[in-house]
């Protein structure tokens, strides 16, 4: 009986640490993600700024 328990604590640890990984993948993600989009928002308003300067009267 207690090595039963003991295989079932294990498979639990396992379950938890996936979770955790997965949740850790979610995050870097959406950090990523996160990135990404204030990178093409910065990239638009440098693009508008130096149009601005060259190209309109």
Same mark, same amino acid.
């Given at each position: =009986?207690?090595?039963? @328990?003991? @295989? #079932?604590?294990?498979? =639990? +640890?396992?379950? /938890?640490?996936? *979770? ?7 995050? /870097?993600?959406?950090? @990523?993600?996160?990135? #990404?989009?204030? #990178?093409?928002? /910065?990239?638009? +308003?440098?693009?508008? /700024? *130096? ?7």
């Amino acid at each position: =009986m207690a090595e039963l @328990a003991k @295989a #079932l604590l294990r498979e =639990m +640890r396992a379950d /938890n640490e996936l *979770v955790t990984d997965i949740r850790d993948s979610q995050k /870097n993600f959406h950090l @990523a993600l996160f990135y #990404l989009m204030s #990178l093409h928002r /910065n990239t638009s +308003r440098i693009i508008t /700024n *130096v149009h601005a300067i060259y190209f309109d009267p």
